[in-house]
T-cell receptor, first 111, second 113 residues
Framework: DAKTTQPTSMDCAEGRAANLPCNHS???????VYWYRQIHSQGPQYIIH???NNETNEMASLIITEDRKSSTLILPHATLRDTAVYYC????????????FGQGTELSVKP | GAVVSQHPSWVICKSGTSVKIECRSL??????MFWYRQFPKQSLMLMAT?????????EQGVEKDKFLINHASLTLSTLTVTSAHPEDSSFYIC?????????FGPGTRLTVT
């Protein structure tokens, strides 16, 4: 599976949009981009995933560049409860199998 | 739907003893479950893939005789840390796979004294 690169940490003001970038320049054509987050001392929580089209659900939006080498997770109105480590993971779709977690981005939402 | 539980949520044991951690898929059946370990300020590290009715597949560097995994039913996988030592103190997280997606448990905090 392709490797991802994320900033180590980011801050965001409460109520503002949080934009979390991820680089995955070696992604292959059948690999999806997944985002999970982990609130302190809890198990990871699935957020969203996509292949090449932009995706939106009740939690976030995922914007994938046309060349698919990078993506951005957008939390439209960040709250204090969104403070967590966000992981961007690339994996083959519709095959299951293990997830390899990188270091992720520690997002701090501040009042 | 897709709820995964772990038991216990935290455990303290003495060095040299064994500890069993359970991972259950509450509302679905999971042929495959995964076990991760996470040290403070670090990311999750995959330890092994647990398949119902067969032997687990361990990641490189993970001692299979120390971390015993049993996946005896479609809703339960167990991880037993044998002869635990202080360096085994960590946060252990399981996940269960359903329709190619993984759903994570809340984790188990193990402290070995």
């Amino acid at each position: 599976d392709a490797k991802t690169t994320q900033p180590t940490s980011m801050d965001c003001a409460e109520g503002r949009a949080a934009n979390l970038p991820c680089n995955h320049s070696t992604i292959s054509g059948n690999e999806y981009v997944y985002w999970y987050r982990q609130i302190h001392s809890q198990g990871p929580q699935y957020i969203i995933h996509g292949l090449k089209n932009n995706e939106t659900n009740e939690m976030a939006s995922l914007i994938i560049t046309e060349d698919r080498k990078s993506s951005t997770l957008i939390l439209p109105h960040a709250t204090l409860r969104d403070t967590a480590v966000y992981y961007c993971i690339v994996r083959k779709g519709n095959q299951g199998g293990k997830l390899i977690f990188g270091q992720g981005t520690e997002l701090s939402v501040k009042p | 739907g897709a709820v995964v539980s772990q038991h216990p949520s935290w455990v303290i044991c003495k060095s040299g003893t064994s500890v069993k951690i359970e991972c259950r898929s509450l509302d679905f059946q999971a042929t495959t479950m995964f076990w991760y370990r996470q040290f403070p300020k670090q990311s999750l590290m995959l330890m092994a893939t647990s398949n119902e009715g067969s032997k687990a597949t361990y990641e490189q560097g993970v001692e299979k005789d120390k971390f015993l995994i049993n996946h005896a039913s479609l809703t339960l996988s167990t991880l037993t840390v044998t002869s635990a030592h202080p360096e085994d103190s960590s946060f252990y997280i399981c996940s269960a796979e359903r329709e190619y997606e993984q759903y994570f448990g809340p984790g188990t905090r193990l402290t070995v004294t």
